[in-house]
């Protein structure tokens, strides 16, 4: 003879409410003293299994986003970067920028935060429910260049174009080759005023013409980038360096030691660009070629 708990949580099992079968009989020694009306017992007992569900599509989403590793920005200490203007973060965490498909583009040499903020925003992103996506520039080139090839770019071009939101990290690091510069051209115009790319590279855009191998292209990329964006130029050292530092293993520094700034000072003419809050010209500083 089965009693009615017991099938009661049969019938939890069978429905796939695991979470909810789980708390069962906790909630119902905590009912038998408080006695709350059958709607609050009802809603405790289905409220545990919405946490677990939301929960378990967070970390698939997470997941299908491909981060290298998940930072937030609780985890960022500005202190240590004061270049970074933190109203302008306030502003891109809202995430309004997404929604109005718009571009972040973070500037700076290595270490000094541009892949933990691109992924604290896309984290952000994923945790209100729109959909991120992380790759390299090296990997997105290498990936589609391999579609082109076998003739099926514009089924794979989608995985790029679906997201709200799509992280290129790394642009820079390694210069594209002609087929990866025209494959990442037609990415920008294709997400042009649809959706939000958020970029990191280590190069200032003056030296974009020698990424792309073609100052053309390369302006008619940054065109498309630039019209509705805000750049993030990180002028600081490494926070790699930091713990190195303390440990006497590397000089304190000094003017000369931190790391040299990166973009330079003045905006195409064709490029209307927007800084959040209308922030300081510095914080949205672009090179022409
Ligand atoms: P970049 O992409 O600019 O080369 P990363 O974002 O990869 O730098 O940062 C290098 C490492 O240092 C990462 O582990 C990152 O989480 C950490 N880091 C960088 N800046 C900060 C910061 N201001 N506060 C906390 N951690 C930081
Ligand atoms: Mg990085």
Redesign the pocket.
Known sequence: MTTPVERLQTSLETLGLKAAEARLENLLEEAAKKEPSYADFLQDLLSCEVEARRTRYLRARLQLAHFP?V?TFD????S??PSIDERQIRELRSLRFIHDASNVILL?P????????SIALAEAAIRSGLGAYFITAHDLAGDLGRAYREGRLDRRMRVYLAPKLLVI?EVGYLPLDDLGTTIFFQLVSARYERGSIIL?SNKSYADWGSIFGDSIIATAILDRLLHHSTTIN?RGE???LKDRRKAGLVPPRTQETAAPSLATDSVPPKTRHKTALGSTPSAAKEASF
């Open positions: 590793f930072k985890q960022f200490d500005f240590f970067q700076g290595p270490g000094v935060g541009k892949t933990h903020l990290d990191t990180i490494s926070y790699r």
